[in-house]
């Protein structure tokens, strides 16, 4: 079983296949030139140093984030008697929290 085109369609079916059958050959080949595709030394050496970066920056915000404090609150002062007493002379002085600081590298 064969394909027959008839003799008024001829001339437009080959014109047509004729084009679309064309190469590009226009010497751009859309950007493609022989080393499409394909990595360089270089380019592996800049995605290694890349991933070196991250990693000292991961490593960096973490020992950051362990000096933070867990909450930022101010604790909540006691609520004082009316009229302050005085201490007591038996009475073990109370010990004022400190504020955690931060260390400096």
Known sequence: MS???????VVPVTAT????AQQPGNGD???????FGKSSPVGFLILILFL???????RSMTK???RLPES???PAAPVEA???EAPKA???PVAKTEKPTAKSD
């Open 17 to 20: 296949s004729q084009f679309l």
């Open 64 to 66: 950051h984030l362990k």
């Open 29 to 35: 080949n859309g950007g493609q030139g022989e080393d």
């Open 3 to 9: 394909f027959v085109v008839p003799a008024f369609a």
């Open 90 to 92: 038996d009475a073990e």
């Open 82 to 84: 009316s009229a302050p």
């Open 72 to 74: 930022f609150d101010e």
């Open 52 to 58: 070196i970066a991250v990693a000292l920056l991961v």
